[in-house]
């Protein structure tokens, strides 16, 4: 059937009244008149009165449920969550609740304050926290772990390689690891143990050292809570490979020498800590070129091009023969054209014109020098 | 197929409108017999052969009386009706689309014998009931308003204009559900292979 067909039919309906129906139907419809003519007409009702007091009465019941709620709300709704940054060598202190927070920059935190403590999530950097006895609980959120401690004072270091926490000795420990080696902040730190300890070449960031966790076997007396999460069972060696810059200071340890005035100062300045129980040497690993190109991929994918140029140089110069030589050059050409360092950048991609293996990065590599070239 | 052609009030309408108004039963019933057989044949489009066309006429008339007095004369009387009469109409679709035991198959509601000329011979009343039966399937499948609008437009003959002032639409309003209509029914008809076999 199609739409004429349609309306043909139904115009072919002709709906015949006959005379019969039709005076029967007036019949009705006359009654119904009559009915609805002659049917009484409904009283009006009055018109409703709206109750005002009833609602004065409810609009204050619930003004003051709302006031009763908002004075039971948890503080963490009246006091919105506090971001902590320190850029690279300088410190930012925040006292909350009887806890100094102390963060050794480049870092960043987040602070929040709930009922029962005061949380403390790391994203980067090392922080320094000095709790009162009085004070809530310190939650400290790393890595996606949350630990929860009531010492007086503790400590986490969160960089792409390594994720270190510690309370008291172990907190001195990396803070004496981690905290001394920056660059003095002329702001005086609530901590005495983050006194700035002199830095050769203050321009200069160390690339930061993993510190595993004490391993029992080689520690006779292992530090009193040792807590250090390590991302991976392999950790960076500063023992093995040179430094990422010659003026670097070298990584103190309990057997040397050069570790002796920083392990004795924090000894000294801490009340807590406990001089005669010496700090314990840590295991140093040296990573495979994979790890350390993976950690260096890490470290930009977190916004953090000194360490992954640390890593990539550490790269080059300890395994020059690698297959991921080429990539981690062409990387650091990159970095280098982004950083205007176009000599440097120049240098590495002639290298890889000159010896590298991969045909793919040796192409890009020409069209990136033609580029640099070019761009003069 | 002839058209009905659009409705043009006659002049002495306004006058039968305001002795009825004026309580005049004998004018109203004058009315009621001057557009009684045009409302039957609307509901009768709008509906197919309902059972229930009676008493929605009375329904139609009954709504019109105290109607009457809000009618200025802005359009035609018979205007004015099929209005009231595509409303009573429209009411009554919805109600049998929400009782669906009354379906066009069972013919609890539907009457087709009443629109099948007894004269025609039992092949021709065979195909005569068919053809009722898919078309009003057809409407079936429209909604009460796109199937008032089309009813009126396409059946009836009846000006946009008009059919907008019955259904109480814009202009625009009233062609858009004209069309709709128009492309639902199209849909329909390609989409069922029996339905083919009758082009």
């Not at chain 1, 700035?196 to 595993?212: I, R």
């Not at chain 2, 409705?7 to 409108?17: I, M, Q």
């Not at chain 2, 009954?62 to 109607?67: D, G, K, T, V």
């Amino acid at each position: 059937m199609t739409e004429r067909h349609l309306v043909q039919t139904l115009g072919s309906l002709e709906g015949r009244l006959d005379d019969v129906r039709r005076e029967q139907s007036w019949r009705a419809i006359d009654r119904a008149l009559d009915a609805a003519a002659t049917a009484p007409v409904a009283p009006t009702r009055p018109a409703r009165r709206f109750a005002w007091p009833i609602a004065f009465g409810l609009a204050a019941a619930a003004a003051a449920v709302l006031a009763v709620l908002l004075v039971r709300t948890p503080s963490s709704l009246a006091v919105a969550p506090t971001e902590l940054v320190a850029a690279s060598g300088q410190r930012t202190v925040l006292d909350r609740d009887g806890i100094t927070l102390t963060l050794v920059g480049p870092g960043a935190a987040t602070i929040d304050r709930t009922d029962d403590a005061v949380r403390v999530r790391v994203g980067h950097g090392t922080l320094v926290a000095d709790r009162a006895d009085t004070a809530p609980s310190l939650a400290i959120t790393a890595g996606g772990t949350t630990t929860t401690s009531r010492d007086r004072k503790f400590a986490v270091h969160v960089s792409a390689q390594t994720i270190v926490l510690g309370a008291d000795e172990r907190a001195d420990q990396i803070v004496a690891r981690y905290a001394l080696l920056e660059t003095p902040s002329p702001n005086p730190s609530p901590s005495p143990m983050l006194n700035p300890t002199p830095n050769p070449n203050p321009m200069q960031v160390p690339m930061p050292m993993p510190v595993p966790a004490p391993n029992p076997s080689s520690t006779p007396n292992p530090p009193p809570s040792p807590s250090a999460t390590p991302l991976s069972s392999n950790h960076a060696s500063a023992k093995t490979t040179a430094p990422a810059t010659p003026a670097a200071p070298e990584r103190p340890t309990a057997s040397s020498p050069a570790s002796e005035p920083s392990t004795a100062t924090a000894s000294s300045a801490a009340p807590d800590a406990t001089p005669s129980r010496p700090v314990p040497s840590l295991p140093e690993v040296k990573l495979d070129a994979v790890e350390l190109y993976r950690r260096a991929e890490t470290s930009l994918a977190i916004h953090d091009p000194i360490t992954a140029r640390a890593l990539l140089e550490q790269l080059l110069r300890d395994y020059p023969e690698h297959a991921l030589v080429d990539a981690a050059r062409y990387d650091l050409a990159l970095m280098a054209r982004t950083y205007g360092e176009r000599a440097r950048a120049l240098e590495l991609l002639a290298q890889i014109r000159t010896s590298g293996r991969d045909a793919n990065i040796r192409a890009a590599a020409t069209r990136l020098e033609e580029q640099l070239r070019g761009s003069r | 197929m002839s058209r009905p052609v659009a409705v043009v009030a006659p002049s002495d309408d306004r006058e039968l409108v305001q002795r009825a108004v004026a309580g005049d039963r004998a004018a109203f019933e004058a009315i009621y017999r001057a557009h009684a057989d045009r409302v039957f044949a609307l509901l009768t489009r709008l509906l197919g052969p309902d059972r229930e066309r009676e008493d929605l006429m009375q329904e139609v008339f009954i709504r019109l009386h105290p109607a009457l007095a809000r009618f200025r004369g802005e359009c035609a009387l018979p205007t004015f009706i099929y209005q009231i009469t595509t409303r009573v109409a429209v009411d009554h679709l919805r109600r049998r689309r929400r009782h669906r035991a009354d379906t066009l198959a069972a013919g609890n509601t539907i009457d087709l014998d009443a629109e099948i000329d007894p004269g025609l011979s039992p092949a021709e009343q065979a195909a005569r009931r068919q053809e009722l039966v898919d078309a009003l399937t057809l409407l079936d499948a429209l909604s009460p308003k796109l199937r008032a609008a089309f009813v009126l437009r396409e059946v009836m003959g009846l000006s946009h204009d008009e059919v907008a002032r019955i259904v109480d639409a814009h202009p625009a309003a009233a062609r858009m559900r004209v069309a709709l209509a128009r492309r639902a029914i199209a849909k329909l008809c390609a989409k069922s292979p029996a339905r083919k076999d009758l082009r």
